[in-house]
């Protein structure tokens, strides 16, 4: 794993916990929903992820520079919905190389699970074909796959999941760890909040101790569809391998 590095920032200890996981997708709708969770819920950045095979920048937020993935962690007492102790957002703003998939994939599973994260929930957008939203998931193992069940989210039953989700999911199933893949339809051409917002409408059901408010996602997606509308040229999809949000 000498092509990914893991930078430790913080030695909080967590217990028990639920870790999603955002990588950029179609509409972008990984990566705004898990940046959003971050800062919503005032998570602290406690690891970061590097390599020197990654896009050459770096995010700066406050005035301090940060690695292009980042690791958020906080406390969280789960009374209702799935039981956890602490929660954990990793997010990213670039869609890694394909031969960087399964390295990425294998150092973060090693990672969540050093850490004690008992469930990971991937986010992933699909092709949007109309105007209804379409929820559907994956499970890496049978228990992954009941809490599907319990909190009603549609189980693909055929099919492909891309990238990191993609590697985790069956490396999951491989290892006997709980990895789920939540997809949701998403607009191609540009970058979706209403389609985040509503690919976090399962997170509040599992996790409703969390009270997400996704609101100020709709409020985002109707300002961009303004200035869309105002727009003569049409927008071109961007490469999966150029996508970078914020």
Known sequence: MDRIIIHSYNDKELRNA???VGFPSIGLVSSIATNFLSRELKLDLVAGI??????????????IP???IRIYAGDRECDDGMKCDG?????SEFMPKPELHHPLAMALLDWLQEHDV???VTLDGIPQTDDEFLLVGAGSTPAAREI????EINDMQDGIVRGTSGVMLYEGANRGADVITLMGSAKMDMPDPRGAAKLMEPLSRMLPELKIDPEPLYREAEEIEKRMK????????????????G
């Open 18 to 20: 639920v870790a999603l």
């Open 50 to 63: 590097s390599s020197p095979e990654f896009p050459p920048y770096a995010l700066v937020h406050n005035g």
């Open 66 to 68: 940060m690695p292009p």
């Open 87 to 91: 929660l954990v957002v990793v997010t």
């Open 118 to 120: 008992n469930t990971v």
């Open 148 to 151: 599907m069940r319990k909190y």
């Open 230 to 245: 105002g727009q003569t040229p049409e927008v071109k999809e961007l490469p999966r391998d150029q996508i970078l949000y």
